[in-house]
Each structure stands twice: as C-alpha cells, then as structure tokens.
C-alpha cells in the first residue's frame, strides 16, 4: 500500500513538471476532493476551474477517491512542486485529516481554505495561513430534509435513514437533525438506518435490504444526494417510485429531477460552483495581501454559509437557475454567502 501510494505521488510530481513552465508566472490552485463521480464534487470542480481561468491561474484538482492517505499525499505532493506558489480549497475526506493537511499547509506557508470536516477543538485561528473553514448547518439541512419528507408522508409512517461516513462530521450533524425532527413528530418511525459511505452503490444495496424487511415503509432519509439516488434506483426497481419518497442534500441535477417528477421530496443545495471558486479566491487574496488573515476576525474565519433548500413547491424556478443556466457569482465577494459563525 505505502508503495502504491509513494508511485503515485511520484507520477503526480512529474506531471506538475510538465505544466510548471507553462505557468512559471502564475498561481497553482490546488482543489483536493473526493470523486469527480460524485456529481457534487463534480461541479465543485467547475466553479474551481471557472474562477482559475477568471484570473489567469493553473488548476490542480486532485480526487482521493475516499482515502485520507492519499487526499494528504497528492497535497504534499503540490507544495513540493510549487511551494508557496500554491493556495488550496480542499474537502477533507474525513475531520482528523484536517490536523496533518494544516500542518503541511503551515509548514510551507500556502494559505488554505477547508469546508465541511474538522475536529471541534482544532481551531482555525492559531494557524495563520488557514484562511477560513467553511461549512453549511448540516443539523439544519437534516432537519429541513425530514420535516419535507414528514409533510409529503402525512405526518405518520416508516422511515428508513442512510447515513454519510460516520467519521465525517456533517453526517454526524445532518443524521442529528434527522432525529430533532423525529422527535417532534412522534407519528414518524424510523425503522432503520444504516451508512452508506455517501455512495450510490452502497446506498442502492442497502435500500434493497431495508426493502425486504420493511416493505411498508415510507419514505427514505439520505444524508446526500448520491445516496437518495441509489436508494431511489432500488425503490423503482421494487416498482415503488411515488409511492416511496426519497430526500437528500446536495442539489445534484438528477435529484432536481427526481424532485420535478415527484419521486424525491426536497434536497437542499449547498452550492458546490460558488464553493469550488470562493474557497480558492479567499486563498488567492491572502496571498497577495488583498486581506490579512491575522487581522480577520474570528466570526469570519470559521462560519456557515447560506444553502438554498428545495421542495416540490419552488423546483421548476431552482431548476432555471441552477440545470438549465449557471449560477452567477461575483468572486470578488468573498464573504457574499456569510450567515454567521460556527459555534
């Protein structure tokens, strides 16, 4: 394994040296998610590429298809390459990756942005090239999300729940809201539940399961948007669309269209273009001193941005603004989709 890993790295570092010249006067912009398979991580990885060709940088997106080991190497791997040349928007794979990604970041002195995944003690402000850590109230989008499916459902009835990675913090957050809102309607039942890893496949094998023990549930909590659609694929392989609802968060255009068709009940968007480019223009005007991140206050150095949450009700204008045309973002806004900070 170690082997694999350092080959890889070593691959990396070549093909750096292949484009390093063509970009001899510009700024390598680092991008470390999970999967372009991931629709989510996928237009993630646009707004990336839209925001470098808007000032004239190199684009690095490096996917670690689920493994911490590899998410740090390919970091590492850039800042040997390009130094201080180098500003990062990265999606830890899991919330202790964070510690050795910062470590790394620091000790090269590249200014960095993360999102969604960091251990509660770690705190942003005593490193001072972590420009911010930015995350959406996942307890708040769980909650949205079942409250959405519980009205569709009558207010009564069986669910079953997929879960994200359960070392990831915003499955922790999201499966939390799930259970305020069962606790406020005492009519829902949540009859299973179980991880899906916030894959497809894993969600559509373990929907068929949840299926054969409980043919009358209800309705299906998903922590993503990729698991609801994996769950929706068994439940109309089962002959059930319509009949079993599906929610998720993530605002992918194939759950837009599930919700159009009724077969989804709501997903929230967590704007993954505006994410992909923001998080690289507050590194990029840290670097070039446009803010000074020891002199930022803390409120805007750890915070929630705004989500947008779609139901049956608004999705043909979501739709509009989000599938059929490109969100429009002002990158020198930085602060443009700030709701407050993380406590």
Known sequence: MRKSFALMTLLIAVSL?????QNASGVFMGTAIRSLENPYHAVWARGAQAYADSVGGFTVI?????????QLN??????????????????PNESPNVIPIAKACEAAGVYFVTWWNKPDNIKVTDYPHWVAHISFSGIDAGEFMANTLFKKMGGSGKIVALQGMLANSVAVDRFQGLQNAIAKNPGIKLVAYDAADWERTKAFEKMKSFLVANPDVGGVWAANDDMALGALEAIRAAGLAKKVLVVGCDGVGEMLDAVKAGEAAGTVINPAFWQGGIGLALGLAAKDGKINVKTTPPEKRAFYAKAVEVTQDNIDKIIAEFVKGTPKYDWSDLYSNYVGPIK
């Open 17 to 21: 040296s292949a484009v390093f010249a």
């Open 74 to 91: 390919d970091i590492k791997a850039l800042i040997a390459k390009a130094g201080k040349n180098a500003v990062f928007n990265i999606d």
């Open 62 to 70: 490096q996917t670690c298809e689920g493994s911490s080991e590899k």
